[in-house]
């Protein structure tokens, strides 16, 4: 299953949905009996990182050198063609970290695009990678970091073993919560 935007509303969905469940479009005729979609540019960041990404379409996706930034600087560009549903969420990762906001859409042609093999070996390795992460207990984050044995060594001194540096192990970036 893989979650697609609906074509009335926007809104992200199952593609497996007989309709939309937010306004209630049709999605039977319209959801792409193949399983084929394409790769559509959404959304640009304020600061996005043109040449990793551009860098990312030729090399991998062997995209003509060059093609790559002219393809990531209008929104609604089609990006890739003959996507399959597994590898949407991959795609959608890998390019919203580069800055840029993907969408799927049902494709019109039968073709497929012989990369989706590729797509998947990188999925599966960014899935392996993601569950041996370090996830942060209150918010999830991944993004979390070990406490220096100097900061622990600063944090006893100054506020005595009870203090929670001292104690912890973790701290995340993102909530600032320390385990």
Not at 45 to 60: T, Y
Not at 85 to 90: A, G, N, P, T
């Amino acid at each position: 299953m893989a979650l697609i935007n609906c074509p009335e509303c926007g809104k992200e969905i199952s593609d497996k949905s007989k309709q939309c469940i937010h306004c209630g479009f049709p999605l039977e005729s319209y959801v792409s009996n193949s399983g084929i979609y394409d790769m559509v540019l959404k959304t640009i960041s304020a600061n996005p990182k043109r040449g990793c990404a551009s860098d990312f379409l030729e090399d991998v996706f062997k995209v003509e050198k060059g093609q790559g930034c002219t393809l990531l600087s209008t929104q609604g560009n089609i990006i890739l063609q003959g996507i399959e549903v597994e590898s949407m969420e991959y795609l959608k990762h890998s390019f919203g970290q580069l800055g840029y906001e993907m969408d799927f859409v049902p494709s019109d042609s039968d073709y497929i695009n012989p990369l989706n093999t590729k797509i998947a070996e990188l999925d599966k390795r960014w899935r392996e990678r993601q569950k041996k992460a370090i996830k942060c207990p209150t918010c999830g984050s991944t993004n979390t970091q070990k406490i220096s044995t100097t900061s622990k060594v600063i944090g006893a001194a100054t506020f005595g073993l009870l203090s929670k540096t001292a104690r912890s192990q973790f701290k995340c970036n993102h909530c600032g919560y320390k385990w």
